[in-house]
């Protein structure tokens, strides 16, 4: 399970919005719908999910009909607020989402689309383990309305995948993503690289085996040791070695090139796709600050720069629909000192960079030096945007810093 929710304000029992929120009306809106359920806890996740014996009184087979509640909730409190909007992305995540019967997120679908409706062309993504994809789930989320398959792959060498604790076998990957792309459905592969004695041959492995399928959209993603995990205590005990950093950017770099030559651009540090249409517009949505509601427990929300988050555990959010009260657990408005740090840390990470503009006055001279490290794009800069080299996104945390402190 995940760490504590943030410290924040009460969040008012009836889930109202400030009055004196200024909300855009035309403003794109987002939903994430979570689902908390695995069958397996990894060894390296920290989110906010449960296995079958830690949901102590939450029912699986209740939970759709518990976040309809929620969306209902939704519904009434943004159209009070003015802020009625149509869906542009949907991201179903988790937890595993196709843990429940395919049926259930159909629902889940459906109801947020009638309560605000999708717009043209909106992008729906579910995630999934690859064991749980059949011919028959793809089809039927293809048939909800759903566009998008985001498959954790993760590797395909069995020796990461077990020090992963992924349960999946890789050639299962293979019949996920073939069911996905029958279903009609864009294909997005997930990768995690620095794991325990993973090798850079494996790591090339499981790149070529993640090309292979021809997907739109591949996620690469550094292993990150988090507090209160099981491979944070093996690490702590020596039982397995820490990541090596100078490994991890060899992983990175080899990735990117290996990608690049397949045809694929990078537009977020982590990610890549085919084509612009390709990228994933729901995390772009995320990354550009754009508004979202999170439902479920432990979910996140964001509105006209109010946050909110949801009570964790799935009992006590059944509890607070159930007594019809907001599941949420607090809320925030950062500062304008907060808001500038974010909008640096957020909009560095995309190929489209952060307007020089943006910057704090007394920071923009420092795009010089950033430039002259081999950081930051010159030609990007006399275009008024700072946008990372490869060497930037490797260090882009040394960039945030340079920007902001």
Same mark, same amino acid.
């Given at each position: %399970?995940?760490? @504590?929710?943030?410290?924040?304000?009460?969040?008012?029992?009836?889930?109202?919005?400030?009055?004196?929120?200024?909300?855009?009306?035309?403003?794109?809106?987002?939903?994430?719908?979570?689902?908390?359920?695995?069958?397996?806890?990894?060894?390296?996740?920290?989110?906010?999910?449960?296995?079958?014996? $830690?949901?102590?009184?939450? +029912?699986?087979?209740?939970?759709?009909?518990?976040?309809? #509640?929620?969306?209902?909730?939704?519904?009434?409190?943004?159209?009070?607020?003015?802020?009625?909007?149509? %869906?542009?992305?949907?991201?179903?995540?988790?937890?595993?989402? =196709?843990?429940? @019967?395919?049926?259930?997120?159909? &629902?889940?679908?459906?109801?947020?689309?009638? /309560?605000?409706?999708?717009?043209?062309?909106?992008? *729906?993504?579910?995630?999934?383990?690859?064991?749980?994809? =059949?011919?028959?789930?793809?089809?039927?989320? /293809?048939?909800?309305?759903?566009?998008?398959?985001?498959?954790? %792959?993760?590797?395909?060498?069995?020796?990461?995948?077990?020090?992963?604790?992924? !349960?999946?076998?890789? $050639?299962? *990957?293979? !019949?996920?993503?073939?069911?996905?792309?029958?279903?009609?459905?864009?294909?997005?592969?997930?990768?995690?690289?620095?794991?325990?004695?993973?090798?850079?041959?494996?790591?090339?492995?499981?790149?070529?085996?993640?090309?292979?399928?021809?997907?739109?959209?591949?996620?690469?993603?550094?292993?990150?040791?988090?507090?209160? =995990? +099981?491979?944070?205590?093996?690490?702590?005990?020596?039982?397995?070695?820490?990541?090596?950093?100078?490994?991890?950017?060899?992983?990175?770099?080899?990735?990117?090139?290996?990608?690049?030559?397949?045809?694929?651009?990078?537009?977020?540090?982590?990610?890549?796709?085919?084509?612009?249409?390709?990228?994933? &517009?729901?995390?772009?949505?995320?990354?550009?600050?754009?508004?979202?509601?999170?439902?479920?427990?432990?979910?996140?929300?964001?509105?006209?720069?109010?946050?909110?988050?949801?009570?964790?555990?799935?009992?006590?959010?059944?509890?607070?629909?159930?007594?019809?009260?907001?599941?949420?657990?607090? =809320? $925030?408005?950062?500062?304008?000192?907060?808001?500038?740090?974010? &909008?640096?840390?957020?909009?560095?990470?995309? &190929?489209?960079?952060?307007?020089?503009?943006?910057?704090?006055?007394? +920071?923009? #001279?420092?795009?010089?030096?950033?430039?002259?490290?081999?950081?930051?794009?010159?030609?990007?800069?006399?275009?008024?945007?700072?946008?990372? #080299?490869?060497?930037?996104?490797?260090?882009?945390?040394? *960039?945030?810093?340079?920007?902001?402190?």
């Amino acid at each position: %399970m995940a760490g @504590p929710l943030p410290l924040g304000d009460p969040a008012p029992a009836d889930g109202r919005l400030p009055s004196d929120l200024a909300i855009d009306p035309a403003a794109p809106f987002s939903a994430y719908l979570h689902v908390p359920f695995c069958r397996v806890r990894c060894g390296y996740c920290d989110f906010n999910t449960y296995t079958s014996g $830690e949901l102590r009184g939450a +029912k699986q087979e209740d939970y759709a009909s518990t976040l309809i #509640t929620e969306i209902d909730l939704a519904k009434r409190v943004l159209a009070d607020a003015g802020a009625l909007r149509p %869906m542009d992305t949907v991201f179903f995540g988790g937890g595993t989402p =196709t843990l429940l @019967p395919a049926g259930a997120l159909a &629902r889940m679908l459906g109801a947020a689309t009638d /309560a605000f409706g999708l717009t043209d062309g909106a992008e *729906v993504t579910v995630e999934a383990n690859p064991d749980t994809v =059949t011919p028959e789930v793809a089809r039927t989320l /293809a048939d909800a309305g759903v566009t998008r398959l985001s498959i954790g %792959m993760q590797s395909a060498v069995p020796h990461v995948l077990a020090a992963l604790d992924r !349960t999946h076998r890789p $050639e299962n *990957v293979t !019949t996920a993503v073939a069911a996905a792309k029958d279903a009609g459905l864009a294909v997005s592969v997930d990768l995690i690289y620095g794991a325990p004695g993973e090798s850079l041959g494996d790591w090339e492995a499981s790149l070529d085996a993640a090309l292979a399928f021809e997907s739109d959209h591949i996620s690469a993603y550094a292993l990150i040791i988090e507090d209160g =995990t +099981k491979l944070a205590r093996q690490i702590r005990r020596g039982e397995v070695p820490a990541p090596d950093d100078d490994l991890q950017a060899d992983m990175y770099e080899l990735a990117d090139a290996r990608l690049a030559a397949a045809g694929f651009d990078w537009y977020e540090i982590s990610n890549w796709s085919r084509t612009v249409e390709q990228r994933s &517009r729901h995390n772009l949505a995320y990354w550009r600050g754009s508004d979202w509601w999170g439902f479920g427990p432990g979910a996140h929300s964001h509105v006209a720069g109010l946050r909110w988050w949801n009570v964790k555990h799935p009992a006590a959010y059944a509890q607070r629909l159930a007594a019809e009260e907001s599941p949420a657990a607090g =809320t $925030e408005r950062p500062d304008a000192e907060s808001r500038i740090l974010e &909008r640096v840390l957020l909009l560095s990470r995309i &190929r489209e960079g952060i307007a020089v503009a943006d910057l704090q006055p007394d +920071k923009r #001279t420092r795009v010089a030096g950033l430039i002259a490290d081999g950081l930051v794009d010159p030609a990007a800069a006399v275009r008024g945007r700072v946008q990372l #080299t490869l060497r930037g996104r490797l260090l882009a945390d040394a *960039v945030v810093r340079e920007l902001t402190d």
